[in-house]
C-alpha cells in the first residue's frame, strides 16, 4: 500500500464532508468550489477546485488509487480541518483507527485443499503400526495446547485484537457537544448515533451568546429556534437541525443577533 494512502484518503472525505455540511451547495463541483473559495478567503491558500477533484477522484473514488499530492499542499489541505499540518492531522485517532481498518479491509483468507490421510489404508503398513499410538498421542497433546491458547498464532491474535479496535464507536448528544461512547451504552438518557469526526469536532452549542456580534457570527454562526427559545451554534450539523429539540438550524442574521443573543 502506497505510503500515508489511508492518511490521504480520510483527510479528502473529512474535508468533502465538513464542506458538504457548511455550503447550501449540492452538486460535487459545487462543493469543490466551496472548498477552493474557503481557502482562499480564510487561509490565504489558492488551490484549484479541479485539482481537489483530481485528488478526490484519483484518492477516494477510485479502488486502489493514489495520487502523489506534495506535502506542503497537504498541509494546505490540513487547515481546512483545523490543523497546521498533515502530521498534526495524522497524530489524531480517528487516522490511526481508519488505517486498521484500511489495511484489515485488505485480508485475504486462503483455504488450501490437502489429501486426506485414509486410516484403513495406513494400518495396513506394519511400520505405522508401530508409531502410530505416538502420534495419536501427540497430535492429541499439541491440539489440546493449541486449543488452550499456548501455542495459539499471533497472528491470529492481532486479528482478534484488531476486530475490536475496528468496533466503530458511537456518539450522543449532551446538551452542549457530542460525545464518544461504546455502541454497547445502555444509559437510558441518551440517544446513540453512528460517530462522526466532523460533527464532534465542531459542532458545538455556544454557551455564551453574549459574545456573539455581526462581526464575528455572520456567515459562521447557526440558530434554531423553537417556543421562542433561541440556541447558537458554532455550525449546521449533517441533519441539519438541533440535536435536543429537532429545530431547524439556519445560519445567523443580524437581527437575530441583536434581539435574542444578548437577552437576558
Known sequence: MAKFLAQKKKLLEDIFEK?????????????????????????????????FDNYYKAIV???????????????????FLGYNTFNEYCSEWKTIEYSIHHTISKIV???????LLI???FFQNKKANMGITGIILAGSIIGGLIYGGK???PKDTEVRTSARILQKPCMYWNGDEYKITDCENKDPHITLE????????????ITKSDTLTP????????????????????????????????????????MIIEKYAHKK
Open 151 to 153: 501455542f495459539e498464532d
Open 215 to 254: 462581526d464575528n457570527a455572520l456567515g459562521k454562526i447557526w440558530y434554531s429556534k423553537r417556543w421562542n427559545k433561541v440556541e447558537f451554534f458554532t455550525a449546521t450539523n449533517v441533519k441539519g437541525k438541533n440535536p435536543k429539540n429537532g429545530a431547524i438550524l439556519r445560519p445567523v442574521t443580524e
Open 119 to 121: 486410516l484403513p489404508d
Open 19 to 51: 464542506a458538504s455540511s457548511e455550503t447550501t451547495e449540492k452538486s460535487f463541483s459545487g462543493i469543490t468550489k466551496y472548498i477552493e473559495r474557503t481557502l482562499l478567503d480564510s487561509y490565504n491558500i489558492q488551490l484549484s477546485h479541479k485539482s
Open 194 to 205: 453512528q460517530i462522526d469526526s466532523t460533527q464532534i469536532k465542531y459542532f458545538k452549542r
Open 109 to 115: 483468507i486462503n483455504i488450501i485443499n490437502k489429501p
Open 61 to 79: 473514488e477510485e479502488e486502489n488509487g493514489d495520487y502523489n499530492i506534495k506535502t506542503q499542499i497537504l498541509d494546505d489541505l490540513s487547515k
